[in-house]
């Protein structure tokens, strides 16, 4: 285990390594408890790096020579290392170390998932496999022979040679350690190629388990697309023979972009239409477009230090983002990206966990690796974008390409690129990558003789370790209408650099409506005291697609607000303005199904919170149910029609078209079971042939309180594969009636496929508990107390997956103070662990400071 005594870097005590390393070549005879490592490393005194000791990190190795230039050296040990006299000149350094993948539950390093070997280096798991400067700006060329009797062995870059039980490759591009990877196992290929538009000729493979060759057809040709897209739009081709993705099942991320050996969550690569939704689909063409793009933007240009995570992930995030845009439609991407912005990374910024996009100091960088660094940096690009409009961009980004390839860069490289790409002063901008906190914009209108006026005030709160914040550059998208629905003034950037600043529009014949953060072109919140009518006339006729959809959740918030607190009743009027939207057959159906997804409960209890008043989880959950049940009652005319002309008759297909008339479909149903008592959900259960309107329809069943016996022949059906019981699991806690969310939660953990340390069955019962708002916060504490016990449990196993899902207690200051006590109570319990790790305790620090 990691020592758990808190040791803060700072992105201020940056220093060069004082060696470069020239190549590296290591062997792996692998065994499952005695797996031996031979590392032979050229190291040459780095000119640019002021003197230092030779220290190599190293954790969990057992040493078992080492030698300089063939002199058995005896280095002295070190926390998280080693150190060891050098000579001033180039020397070859030699280990041998032993480790034990099958004892490796932490799933970092060299680890076993049913069989098969693998590895996860990002960000410092290659400490975990041999001493090695574990840094991503020390880049080197790797050679690497695998020995093991086993039919497949992989790792980065080419193939050189292969015999019986052995296998050589050899990656010409120089990486950092956290880039490394190596599977073995016996794994059948689904292989295909690909001719870049230089013409040259790439084979791929993805590399699956026996039993799963039906699920990789998907993801090939998203990998094809996304290879095709990259050289489209951004001009990138891949630079290697051979690009192999291996599908694991026990990962604790999504994948990740190993060079030349994407290795994946299998949840995130393997899909077919019975065992995968739409949304499963669309997840994992955008993972597999994320990684792929990571070639250029994280591996061909990697980071100096992990305080630049933001350089390749936010970068990434946003290229994968304009990818699914172009593949599937660029407003139903931007609105459901909004929603996620809003339910994990607003929570994340205006708690205790809040951070800059670039952080400046960090315990456990794997804490990191948040929606802030991820998100709010790929919104932080697409703001840019914005600012200096598509054709700068696209000539920062050749810039960028030329100028940093084979460098570990930092975001004043990538503001360089922009700032000479443009002409531009960026400093001011930079604040974004500097101050955490989501800006509060507040607006005042004027209107006289002919022009039109908007003031806009901006305040960023307070951050942990920032009491005052500096003003943002903000983007703001406006466009203004007249009273009959015309677009007077098409959509304007007002670039606002000042804490309030005014933008006037002259020449106007009346009094326009203003249409205000179009397509969301800032991650702020606005604070906007628009009327009713105003926001039912945006919702009737904006232009824009994104400040429709978001008129009408505002109307919905401010409706289900107004039902906990003055115990009103659902809003009709935004039910019948709704109505308009939900029947109208020239919209498409995966808009109108956005249009129909109600704030999440965890958005209105902090929105509860801002307005001064502590939200009740159980009325919030009343008020839900409440207008739920008002939409279907008043529905109740067209819901069995529309769900009937949601009906797909052709086969099925993953396509947009599809997945949107059967999202809308799903919501429509999800409706009417209020009213039916599930007989629609019943049917649509009887004849699904595929796992999306098997699952929605079994979701509605159990909402509807008839569970049984959906539940068991689910269970029948589908227990044999891993992924669709990952489902199983979830959705039962998921879809709970709140008073029995813990007692479910509780009996699934006792359940003999509740495999608790693989993540994605862990994260399938937590996950789903911490994610169910009413459920988890019940009154008693018994959420908490269930969560706590297992994290605890986690920790000792598996510290990275443990510590993400203590988040689930970062808005505790929202709640009552009988909550609060109990979340405070359990986060110590936690914090008490005898052995606790540095993850989990950096994690539960913060969230109790
Ligand atoms: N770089 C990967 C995600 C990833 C990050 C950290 C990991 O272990 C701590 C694993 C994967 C990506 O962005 O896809
Ligand atoms: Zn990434």
Not at 83 to 90: C, E, I, L, Q, Y
Not at 362 to 389: D, P
Request: with cysteine; hydrophobic share 40%.
């Amino acid at each position: 285990m990691k020592d758990a005594a808190p040791q803060t870097v700072y992105l201020k005590d940056y220093t060069p390594f004082g060696w470069i390393v020239e190549e590296v070549h290591l062997t792996f005879v692998l065994a499952p408890r005695a797996t031996r490592i031979l590392s032979r490393i050229r190291f040459a005194p780095n000119p640019q790096a002021p003197a230092q000791d030779f220290l190599l990190h190293g954790e969990e190795l057992r040493l078992i020579r080492a030698a300089i230039d063939g002199e058995k050296v005896e280095p002295e040990m070190v926390e998280g290392g080693l150190r060891v006299a050098v000579p001033g000149t180039p020397f070859l350094w030699e280990a041998e170390v032993e480790i034990a993948p099958e004892a490796n539950t932490a799933l970092e390093g060299l680890y076993m998932s049913r069989g098969m070997y693998c590895t996860q280096c990002e960000a410092e798991g290659f400490r975990k496999i041999t001493y090695y400067p574990d840094r991503p700006d020390v880049m080197a060329t790797f050679t690497v022979r695998i020995e093991a009797d086993l039919p497949v062995l992989l790792s980065n870059g080419n193939p050189i040679g292969a015999g019986d039980g052995w296998a050589e490759w050899h990656d010409p591009w120089p990486k950092p350690a956290y880039l490394f990877a190596l599977v073995a196992g016996d794994l059948r290929n689904h292989a295909d190629t690909f001719a870049t538009k230089s013409g040259r000729a790439v084979e791929l493979n993805l590399w699956v388990r026996p039993g799963d060759e039906g699920k990789c057809a998907f993801g090939m040709e998203a990998l094809k697309k996304s290879m095709t897209w990259d050289e489209e739009v951004y001009g990138r081709e891949y630079d290697l023979d051979v690009f192999n993705i291996v599908a694991v099942d026990d990962f604790n991320m999504g994948a990740m972009e190993n060079k030349g050996l994407n290795i994946f969550n299998s949840a995130a690569v393997l899909a077919s239409p019975e065992t995968s939704t739409d949304a499963n689909f669309e997840r994992i063409e955008a993972i597999i477009a994320h990684e792929y793009f990571h070639n250029w933007t994280g591996n061909r240009i990697t980071c100096r230090d992990w305080f630049q995570l933001c350089l390749k992930e936010g970068l990434t995030v946003f290229r994968d983002a304009q990818f699914t845009s172009d593949m599937r439609g660029a407003e139903v991407k931007r609105i459901g990206d909004v929603i996620d912005l809003r339910a994990r990374q607003f929570p994340e910024d205006q708690g205790p966990l809040a951070h800059p996009v670039r952080p400046e100091s960090f315990v456990e960088i794997n804490n990191f690796y948040t929606a802030t660094v991820y998100e709010k940096g790929a919104e932080v690009i697409g703001m840019l974008k914005t600012l200096v409009g598509d054709d700068a961009y696209a000539r920062a980004l050749d810039l960028y390409f030329d100028r940093h390839d084979g460098d570990a860069a930092t975001i004043e490289d990538w503001l360089k690129v922009f700032e000479d790409a443009t002409g531009r002063d960026l400093t001011q901008f930079k604040r974004w990558y500097a101050q955490a906190g989501t800006p509060r914009l507040s607006v005042a209108e004027d209107w006289q003789d002919g022009t039109y006026t908007l003031t806009f005030t901006q305040h960023t709160p307070p951050s942990p370790g920032q009491p005052v914040k500096a003003p943002f550059v903000i983007p703001i998208a406006v466009g203004l209408l007249n009273p009959n629905g015309d677009e007077v003034v098409p959509t304007t950037i007002c670039e606002m650099t000042e804490a309030t600043q005014s933008f006037r529009f002259d020449g106007l014949s009346s009094k326009p409506i203003p249409s205000i953060l179009r397509g969301f072109s800032a991650p702020v919140v606005l604070e906007r005291e628009a009327s009713r009518e105003e926001r039912a006339f945006l919702l009737a006729h904006d232009t824009d697609a994104f400040n429709r959809w978001e008129a009408s959740r505002s109307l919905a918030r401010d409706g289900l607000l107004a039902q906990v607190t003055d115990a009103s009743a659902p809003d009709a009027v935004w039910i019948d303005a709704l109505e308009r939207v939900v029947r109208d057959d020239t919209l498409d159906p995966a808009y109108r199904a956005l249009m129909l997804d109600l704030p999440t409960q965890s958005e209105l209890a902090q929105a509860l919170f801002e307005r001064g008043v502590t939200p009740d989880p159980d009325a919030i959950h009343a008020a839900a149910k409440a207008l739920g049940q008002a939409m279907a009652e008043r529905w109740r005319g067209f819901l069995p029609g529309l769900l009937a002309q949601m009906r797909i008759d052709a086969p099925y297909s993953p396509d947009a078209d599809q997945a949107g008339k059967r999202a809308l479909g799903g919501t429509v149903l999800a409706l009417l079971r209020r009213i039916d008592g599930g007989d629609a959900a019943q049917a649509q259960y009887d004849a699904a042939d595929n796992m999306t309107l098997q699952l929605s329809a079994l979701t509605a069943l159990i909402r509807a309180g008839r569970a049984e016996p959906a539940v068991s022949r689910f269970y029948e059906q589908w227990k044999d594969d891993r992924l669709v019981m990952d489902k199983w699991f979830a959705l039962q806690v998921a879809a709970s009636d709140p008073s029995e969310t813990v007692e479910v939660a509780r009996r699934l953990t006792q359940h003999p496929l509740f495999d608790w340390t693989n993540p994605n069955r862990f994260r399938a019962v937590m996950g789903s508990l911490a994610g169910h708002h009413a459920g988890f916060h019940r009154a008693d504490g018994a959420g908490y107390d269930l969560l706590a016990d297992w994290l605890i449990r986690l920790d000792e196993k598996n510290p990275q997956t443990t510590a993400r899902m203590c988040s689930a207690f970062q808005t505790w200051r929202r709640y009552d103070e009988g909550r609060q006590a109990k979340m405070r109570a359990a986060l110590e319990r936690i914090k008490a662990r005898p052995g606790l790790s540095r993850d989990v305790n950096e994690m539960v620090t913060r969230i109790l400071t």
